[in-house]
């Protein structure tokens, strides 16, 4: 079993930056992958960014240029940088590790990206 929780959603006005973490209760070099997704209201959950065990990194088409995903292997602890935030990355945004046995999601960040 495994813990995933988010922290450093919020309000910020267009054109402003948020950084999201995602810490893991284990290595997070036990999962193969692990990625930020979101969901907004009405719409189906999508992946956002990604990286596996292996560092490759990818993204969504909407976020490239804006938005970049890391993680601090001392801390169990994977980011995601948001810079030059628009209203349509307005969502709740997840994280999900995954393992050879599983999946485990976290409770979710709201960000609210108005001015």
């Known amino acids: 079993q495994a813990q995933v929780v988010e922290s450093g959603g919020g309000l910020v006005q267009p054109g402003g930056s948020l950084r999201l973490s995602c810490a893991a209760s284990?290595?997070?070099?036990?999962?193969?992958?692990m990625g930020w997704y979101r969901q907004a209201p009405g719409k189906e959950r999508e992946l956002v960014a990604g990286?596996?065990?292996?560092?490759?990194?990818t993204l969504v088409d909407s976020v490239k240029g804006r938005f970049t995903i890391s993680r601090d292997d001392t801390k169990n602890t994977v980011y995601l940088q948001m810079n030059s935030l628009k209203s349509e990355d307005t969502a709740v945004y997840y994280c999900?590790?995954?393992?050879?046995?599983?999946?485990?999601w976290g409770q979710g960040t709201q960000v609210t990206v108005s001015s």
């Open positions: 999900k590790a995954r393992s050879g046995i599983g999946n485990y």
């Open positions: 284990r290595s997070i070099f036990s999962f193969d992958f």
């Open positions: 990286i596996s065990r292996g560092g490759s990194t």
